[in-house]
């Protein structure tokens, strides 16, 4: 068992529509990343939250936002899906501050279809 | 922002050491190498990271060249769990981890 929690597994949306997806972190894991991965590469960084605040952004539009909740939980918010948002995506947390060098964990992920 | 370059893919047999070579020539000073690997369907496991010196714990080895510009993760007896795919990963000037595409590594019996 990871400790990270993600759901749902799997999700099929239409284009155009909103989705949130849900992840719930170990206690004390301050720090909260998320991550698109497409088939076949490696997971790109969207943003990263610590306590509650984002902290950090990667190269993703606005339509892309997040919460992090004082539970350890946190969401994965997407706007006006396109096609191209069909992917992978994976919450990680650690017991931060996000610029201390540790390993996170993963969750197993929730694999997002846009048709 | 430091790059890591690997090998598409690679075999070993199980019960031999499983060696996974990483280059990121261009890696500064500060930034530590991450390894993590990615079994099918599932989120990636972190494996071992490290910054000058050789690294080692319960899954693996990490030896980093002095000049820092390449490093090896060694799986001393990979077994047909190890099957997956290996990412070799320097963080950015935000601490942030940059993904490659990673090796494939393929344990046969």
């Known amino acids: 068992e990871t400790g990270v929690t993600q759901s749902p597994t799997h999700l099929i949306k239409t284009r155009g529509q909103q989705v949130t997806l849900r992840c719930s972190s170990q206690?004390?894991?301050?720090?909260v990343s998320w991550y698109q991965q497409a088939l076949g590469q490696g997971p790109q960084f969207i943003f990263q939250?610590?306590?509650?605040?984002?902290?950090g952004r990667g190269n993703f539009p606005p339509r892309f936002s997040g919460l992090q909740f004082p539970n350890y939980s946190s969401e994965l918010n997407v706007n006006a899906l396109e096609l191209d948002d069909s992917a992978l995506y994976l919450c990680?947390?650690?017991?931060?501050?996000?610029?201390?060098?540790?390993?996170?964990?993963f969750g197993s992920g929730t694999r997002l279809t846009v048709v | 922002d430091a790059k890591t370059t690997q090998p598409t893919s690679m075999d070993c047999a199980e019960g031999r050491a499983a060696n996974l070579p990483c280059n990121h020539s261009?890696?500064?000073?500060?930034?530590?190498v991450y390894w993590y690997r990615q079994i099918h369907s599932q989120g990636p496991q972190y494996i071992i990271h490290?910054?000058?010196?050789?690294e080692t714990n319960e899954m693996a080895s990490l030896i980093i060249t002095e000049d820092r510009k390449s490093s090896t993760l060694i799986l001393p007896h990979a077994t047909l769990r190890d099957t997956a795919v290996y990412y070799c990963?320097?963080?950015?000037?935000?601490?942030?981890?940059?993904w490659g595409a990673g090796t494939k590594l393929i344990i046969k019996p």
């Open positions: 990680a947390s650690s017991t931060g501050p996000p610029r201390v060098v540790g390993g996170y964990t």
């Open positions: 206690s004390g894991h301050n720090t």
């Open positions: 939250y610590y306590r509650e605040e984002e902290n």
């Open positions: 261009t890696i500064s000073g500060n930034e530590y």
């Open positions: 490290g910054l000058k010196n050789n």
């Open positions: 990963i320097a963080t950015d000037s935000n601490y942030q981890l940059i």
